[in-house]
């Protein structure tokens, strides 16, 4: 069993920066490491991936502003979010994929206002 521990989430001004963070417990290695968000009253939408080779893929609507990144040897992914708006409001997901099968963290709440 794989868990997934979010932090780094809370409220920010447009224009601000945040750094999430996901520690996969234990001796846990994920093939792919990757963040979700899911807005009030939305689906759950990809946000960004990394591979264990540190190969990483982003949303269109986050490149340019949110970078990925992965500690391999402290099993911890991080989403450094730049250039927050309003939109990016929601509740962020960790995602590790191990052997095929799919984890989730709990999530941890991003809200950008003034």
């Known amino acids: 069993q794989v868990q997934l521990v979010e932090s780094g989430g809370g409220l920010v001004q447009p224009g601000g920066s945040l750094r999430l963070s996901c520690v996969a417990s234990g001796s846990v290695v994920c093939a792919v490491m990757g963040w979700y968000r899911q807005a009030p009253g939305k689906q759950r939408d990809f946000v960004a991936t990394?591979?264990?080779?540190?190969?990483?893929n982003y949303a269109d609507s986050v490149k340019g502003r949110f970078t990925i990144s992965r500690d391999n040897a402290k099993n911890t992914v991080y989403l450094q979010m730049n250039s927050l708006n309003p939109e990016d409001t929601a509740v962020y997901y960790c995602k590790c994929i191990r052997f095929g099968s799919p984890y989730w963290g709990q999530g941890t709440h991003v809200t950008v206002s003034s």
């Open positions: 990394i591979t264990s080779g540190l190969s990483s």
